[in-house]
């Protein structure tokens, strides 16, 4: 069996309407100067300004969402868990993540050698043969030290090599962990990133009670420094003064500052939002240009019965259209819901969302009965739930991955603007912490210790 990683497959929802009860819901004053305004609370934005705070400096977070996280989103049900529908796992016994984790005493649990099958209309559920496909990464990896030529696309060089449609499929999760299809992700970064990643991550761990709760933990320190449902359109800036417009209830509100540190991800940043006035340096605009957001849908569906687990041990997860449709059981047997989890990436993902959450649910259901067509499991459906982070406004897309000749560019894509406009995300860190929560969490950190070095501040460990 093909074993599960990130590369394959990759708070809670109450925090949404206690969001006006937990944080500052009043006007904030457009005369106060603050020496740091924050945009975004998803990971990078909270532990940026967590180390700010703790560094003595006057700090504002604004957020769109009526929650914390950002593409952390954890659904509270029965599960010992919750439902993940954003980020899913730790990745790896080394994650920066672990110094929270254990700060504030969450529990996980060791994802092990979990995995899953493969399902083909023609063979059904099949096991790859282990041989053929160390042959066949072996060769890839023969190609990557061997390429010379300019940097293209990861496709090209499959195509070079000749696969068949199954034999593409086998080594297409490369760019699918990226969100991504094989003729969109650099070639370059493509043999540079991934064994660095396979060097670095071990094993996977779930969070216990959901991944949600480290981000709620971390704005639970910040108290009214962090505002909710702030949607910000225009950063007018030049150096040691920012002011920073954005939509509160309906109406328009002005926060002041010295520095800013912009953690929306690259989707957001490439629609325009918010407006950059001045404009960006061509260079900074650039390394926006140089990344895109990948495409992924994650559904949830909660049946009657675990009927992929019969006969016992069953089926635990299994993947479809050469891993760009998976379907994973992530509850411990005898524990937790009866409940599979769809993560669809690349193309399959962009079908959903085209579709929309209504008909895109009963493609997804239909991929289900597709490979259990004795299930009934159209029947059987409780409860579901679609996520489209394609279409979700705030985020536009799913983590980043590097367009062809886009090598280099997260470097620049961190680098400060004047000591005014500051960047993180996990966009901006370098293989193998980009796409993950603790690449956005390291990125957070690294841009308040830079703040805190321009106010001859010098940060905690």
Not at 156 to 166: A, F, Y
Not at 411 to 424: E, G, K, R, S
Request: with cysteine; glycine share 12%; net charge neutral.
């Amino acid at each position: 069996m093909t074993p599960v990683t990130r590369r394959h497959f990759l708070a809670r929802s109450a925090i949404a309407g206690a969001g006006a009860l937990l944080y500052g819901c009043g006007r904030f004053a457009s005369t106060r100067l603050h020496d740091v305004i924050v945009l975004g609370a998803g990971m990078a934005g909270l532990a940026a300004a967590r180390d700010l705070v703790r560094g003595g400096l006057d700090v504002l977070v604004l957020e769109a969402r009526d929650r914390v996280g950002g593409r952390m989103h954890t659904l509270p049900e029965p599960s010992p868990h919750g439902l993940e529908v954003g980020a899913q796992m730790v990745h790896g016994s080394r994650a920066a993540t672990w110094e929270l984790i254990r700060e504030f005493g969450i529990e996980t649990r060791d994802l092990g050698d979990w995995s899953r099958v493969e399902w083909q209309p023609q063979r059904g559920f099949r096991t790859p043969d282990p041989k053929r496909i160390g042959s066949l990464y072996a060769r890839l990896h023969e190609a990557y030290h061997g390429y010379r030529g300019e940097d293209t696309t990861y496709q090209q060089l499959l195509d070079s090599l000749k696969l068949s449609e199954e034999e593409q499929g086998l080594v297409s999760y490369y760019a699918l962990g990226w969100s991504a299809e094989p003729d969109e992700v650099s070639l370059r970064t493509a043999m540079e990133d991934t064994p660095a990643w396979e060097a670095y991550v071990d094993t996977n761990y779930q969070v216990v009670g959901g991944y949600g709760n480290l981000a709620r933990k971390l704005a639970e320190g910040l108290g009214e420094r962090l505002r909710l449902s702030s949607v910000v359109q225009a950063v007018d800036w030049k150096p040691d003064r920012v002011e920073v417009t954005c939509e509160h209830g309906g109406m328009a509100e002005k926060a002041r500052g010295r520095r800013v540190i912009i953690t929306l991800p690259i989707g957001v940043l490439q629609a325009g939002q918010p407006v950059f006035s001045p404009v960006l340096p061509e260079w900074k605009a650039h390394s926006i240009g140089a990344l895109r957001m990948g495409r992924v849908v994650v559904l949830h569906f909660l049946f009657d019965d675990w009927f992929w687990r019969h006969p016992a041990p069953g089926i635990r997860g299994w993947s479809m259209s050469g891993g760009r449709i998976s379907f994973q059981d992530f509850h411990p047997p005898g524990k937790g819901m009866p409940a599979l989890e769809g993560w669809i990436t690349g193309r399959a993902a962009q079908e959903l969302s085209d579709l929309g959450d209504q008909e895109g649910t009963k493609r997804a259901l239909a991929w289900i009965e597709e490979a259990f067509p004795r299930s009934r499991a159209s029947q059987r459906l409780q409860w579901s739930t679609m996520r489209d982070w394609i279409r979700d406004p705030y985020a536009l897309g799913s983590y980043s991955f590097t367009l062809p000749g886009g090598a280099g560019q997260r470097a620049i894509l961190a680098t400060p603007v004047q000591d005014c406009l500051y960047f993180a995300g996990e966009a901006t860190e370098a293989p193998p912490h980009y796409q993950t929560v603790h690449g956005a969490y390291i990125s957070g950190r690294r841009a308040a210790r830079e703040v805190l070095s321009a106010h001859g501040i010098e940060a905690a460990a």
